[in-house]
């Protein structure tokens, strides 16, 4: 998949003078910056919202809050509600045909997009309309320069500026939020796991669920005996390659139980390769 980052023109509107300045910031911690890597941020974040306050949520703890105060990513939100163009700062009317909820308007939707328009990476709508997200996006969104993140609420967004700004719509399962708020950090949330220096090691993310087109292999630690219940014999026995081959056979054994459609999808693969191969 190639991330098309688009041009500034493309996004209707023009934003208020000013209005950049306005954006919520969530810069590295002063005290941990240094000049040791110039290049850092690794990925910028950028989230169109009217609850700018959601940000960064969870993600303000544990790896990603550690790595968001050392500089590895970056989080800027602008608030929608911003954008408005009278005095009650309207970001809403009713849907033309009839029906009920609300949609975002057009003009204050594109304004807000236009005062992004230099900041790297796709535009994304969170929407349940679009592609469902799987582990293939969220590789090729760690390997951009960052994302911009529009939220919808109500019954969402118009059309016209999904279109002429040629936002990728992105939905993260078939049920239903409030808003896009949840889904946008539940992307950011896989996307930033994978940016160098946020894990420890880069084989462990390697070995999960969906990397390799499988589910992952079951987990046991200490002790080996519990309840009387005892861990597999195999990964207490310190071969290596044997304790490889065993979480390789439970990974495809597990995926074929749990998940027939991912075992499938990794049956043509496999085949595909081996066609390739020979």
């Given at each position: 998949m190639v991330i098309r980052q688009p041009n500034p023109a493309e996004t209707n509107g023009v934003c208020d003078q000013g209005k950049d300045e306005e954006m919520t910031k969530t810069e590295p911690h002063p005290d941990r910056?240094?000049?040791?890597?110039?290049?850092?941020?690794?990925?910028?974040?950028?989230?169109?919202t009217l609850f700018p306050d959601m940000f960064p949520g969870h993600l303000a703890h544990s790896l990603a809050g550690k790595s968001l105060n050392e500089?590895?990513?970056?989080?800027?939100?602008?608030?929608?509600?911003?954008?408005?163009?009278?005095?009650?700062?309207?970001?809403?009317?009713?849907?033309?045909g009839g029906g009920v909820g609300m949609v975002l308007k057009?003009?204050?939707?594109?304004?807000?997009?236009?005062?992004?328009?230099?900041?790297?990476?796709?535009?994304?709508?969170?929407?349940?309309?679009?592609?469902?997200?799987?582990?293939?996006?969220?590789?090729?969104l760690a390997a951009a320069k960052g994302a911009v993140f529009l939220c919808g609420r109500y019954e969402g967004v118009d059309q016209r500026v999904i279109d002429s700004a040629d936002l990728m719509e992105v939905s993260i399962g078939d049920y239903i939020l409030s808003g896009g708020e949840t889904a946008a950090l539940t992307l950011m949330d896989s996307v930033i796991r994978l940016l160098p220096g946020v894990m420890g090691k880069e084989a462990s993310h390697r070995e999960e669920s969906f990397e390799t087109g499988l589910l992952e292999h079951s987990h046991y630690t200490q002790p080996r005996?519990?309840?009387g219940i005892e861990a597999p014999e195999i990964l207490a026995s310190g071969h290596h390659r044997k304790i490889a081959e065993w979480r390789q056979a439970e990974a495809e054994k597990e995926t074929q139980r749990r998940r027939?459609?991912?075992?499938q999808q990794y049956l043509d693969r496999q085949a595909l390769q081996n066609g390739k191969s020979e």
């Open positions: 910056q240094t000049d040791a890597n110039p290049a850092l941020p690794h990925w910028q974040a950028t989230v169109l500089g590895i990513w970056a989080l800027k939100t602008l608030d929608i509600r911003d954008f408005a163009r009278d005095k009650h700062r309207t970001v809403d009317d009713t849907p033309l057009p003009d204050v939707v594109a304004a807000a997009l236009a005062a992004v328009a230099d900041y790297p990476g796709p535009r994304i709508y969170l929407s349940p309309r679009g592609r469902v997200l799987d582990q293939a996006l969220v590789r090729d005996v519990w309840n027939p459609d991912l075992w």
